[in-house]
Nanobody, 113 residues
């Protein structure tokens, strides 16, 4: 199982970013995919999830600002992040629900005020 995240950057508050995560070694199309984040000194938290059927759910802190989507043909899950806030600063990781112990290197998102 390999997960490769990309798209993180330094952005000003109010800006937008689109994260990508490409998976290999799994049957991507049938697996739920999650985005997590971990800020310095804090526990990793679930931000968004998308089922194989396309149903989504979000943490309250990002609801209305973030959108998760997937492209099964590319084995890739995306996280569109709008109206970014300094408290969104974290390393963002994707995870395949059926393989909870496999993580990528993450991608750093830094939001300046």
């Amino acid at each position: 199982v390999q997960l490769v995240e990309s798209g993180g950057d330094l952005v000003q508050a109010g800006g937008s970013l689109r994260l990508s995560c490409t998976a290999s070694g799994i049957i991507f199309s049938i697996d739920r995919m999650d985005w997590y984040r971990q800020a310095p000194g804090k526990q990793r938290e679930l931000v968004a999830m998308i089922t194989s059927g396309g149903s989504t759910n979000y943490a309250d802190s990002v609801k209305g600002r973030f959108t998760i989507s997937r492209d099964n043909a590319k084995s890739t899950v995306y996280l569109q992040m709008n109206s970014l806030k300094p408290e969104d600063t974290a390393v963002y990781y994707c995870n395949a629900y059926s393989f909870p112990n496999f993580w990528g290197q993450g991608t750093q998102v830094t939001v300046s005020s």
